[in-house]
């Protein structure tokens, strides 16, 4: 679970203030559903969709990234003992970086696409340089101090791109996602005033001042190849500045007329239509999700950010605009998604994969809908996981969280290919 949801704290609420005059009913907590049968509903796992790019990323430049983060697992003795770190805890916070950095590693190296690939290495190398960090600064007097010139290095390339980062592209909505993808890392620093963990005397404390610069390190060489091979395949071309300020605009009015002829709306219980009661069902905990970026009281700063990466949100909101409005028109039709067997979780979760398989079938706009389709695959995946895992016997209430989940992602899978349809309209008029 991810955190309280709004419901959950009002019906938490609500069942303190009746404390003592009687149990507030919360649906039937005596329902249980067969574990075997929830594992084996998840054993052939889900469709996946890997995040691609469209840039030809150089073999050179993976080499380096996988070398960059080997050479920094081999810094580091892969069997740390007593007589190498005495203190206990510090060795066993460095083994275990250093056991996740080759893990990952490997993940990365086998990445299914180009592009999560070279995320993955980005994800390796931190975690890698923390360790070796960590152990030089026990085993030769590496200071904090003496890495303040590798952070100078890294801010001031950073700055040095950002400054001659311009919105090139022959065709707008492919570039939208390269140069969102060059602006997530850009907005990756180095934030010397954060608070620290660790204190600087401490090796963990070197690590992690290390950890955070080879992050941004990273992050700075990835956005400069993918800024540097993307221009190096145009012709000439025109910004897209202009196109992408406008665009954002349009959307936005777009969306917000789309939003106001939704029928009327409790912000404070979104999952609430007339006539129909699921509360306590799935329905309830994924129309909140859908609604918590719609909501006008926590309104989306359009122009908040980088500019490529602002239009990015805007077709996500859109997204999730669309999906509560389908979503809430089942509900007002009468479905209820109750969990009462485990027929029920698989026929809301045969309903989520079709749709994602229909919406990456979609020639549309592939480049946009499988952006977020990638991150709603993951999704999927991470709560077949949770089946996997189910016990013996579940309670039908603490599937409500997850099989939540399958129905968001249906929700936006089907309304993925029109929202992208929609948002690439704008971007190329």
Not at 40 to 59: F, K, Q, W
Not at 71 to 93: C, K, S
Not at 305 to 325: P, Q, T, Y
């Amino acid at each position: 679970m991810t955190g309280l949801t709004r419901r959950r704290a009002l019906a938490l609420a609500g069942a303190v203030a009746t404390a003592g005059c009687g149990a507030l009913s919360n649906g039937d907590d005596t329902t249980t559903l067969d574990g075997a049968a929830l594992r084996e509903l998840v054993a052939d796992g889900s469709p996946t969709v890997p995040e691609r790019i469209p840039v030809n990323i150089s073999m050179t430049h993976f080499e380096a990234t996988e070398t960059r983060a080997r050479d920094l697992l081999d810094e580091v003795p892969a069997n740390l003992g007593p007589d190498a770190i005495p203190n206990g805890a510090i060795r066993e916070r460095v083994s275990h970086a250093r056991e996740h950095a080759v893990e990952a590693v490997e993940r990365a190296a086998n990445a299914p696409s180009d592009y999560e690939r070279l995320d993955g290495f980005a994800d390796a190398r931190p975690e890698a340089r923390f360790a070796a960090a960590s152990w030089r600064a026990i085993d030769d007097g590496l200071t904090r101090d003496d890495l303040h010139s590798d952070a100078t290095i890294v801010r001031e390339d950073r700055q040095a791109l950002r400054e001659r980062h311009e919105y090139l592209g022959a065709d707008p909505v492919t570039a939208l996602v390269v140069h969102a993808a060059i602006e997530r890392r850009l907005d990756t620093h180095i934030d010397t005033n954060r608070p620290r963990r660790y204190r600087p005397g401490n090796p963990l404390g070197v690590g992690e001042l290390a950890e955070d610069i080879e992050r941004a390190r990273v992050a700075v060489d990835d956005a400069e190849h993918l800024y540097d091979r993307h221009v190096a395949s145009l012709d000439d071309s025109p910004t897209l500045r202009s196109r992408y300020r406008a665009a954002r605009e349009t959307l936005r009015d777009d969306f917000e007329s789309e939003r106001a002829d939704l029928p009327s709306v409790d912000s404070e219980r979104p999952w609430q239509v007339e006539g129909v009661d699921v509360s306590e069902t799935p329905a309830a905990e994924a129309l909140e999700e859908l609604y918590r970026p719609l909501d006008p009281e926590y309104e989306l700063d359009w122009a908040e950010g980088s500019l490529a990466r602002s239009l990015v949100r805007a077709h996500r909101a859109v997204v999730d605009l669309r999906a509560f409005e389908s979503l809430r028109a089942r509900v007002a039709d009468g479905e209820r998604f109750a969990i009462e067997s485990v027929d029920d979780v698989s026929a809301i979760r045969s309903e989520a994969l079709r749709a994602v398989q229909s919406a990456n079938a979609d020639p549309s706009v592939p480049v946009l809908t499988r952006s977020i389709l990638a991150d709603e695959t993951d999704r999927l995946a991470g709560v077949d996981a949770e089946l996997a895992d189910a016990d013996d016997e579940e309670r039908a209430t603490s599937l409500r969280y997850p099989v939540s989940t399958y129905l968001t992602v249906m929700a936006r899978a089907r309304e993925l290919p029109s929202a992208s349809e929609h948002v690439a309209s704008t971007l190329r008029t």
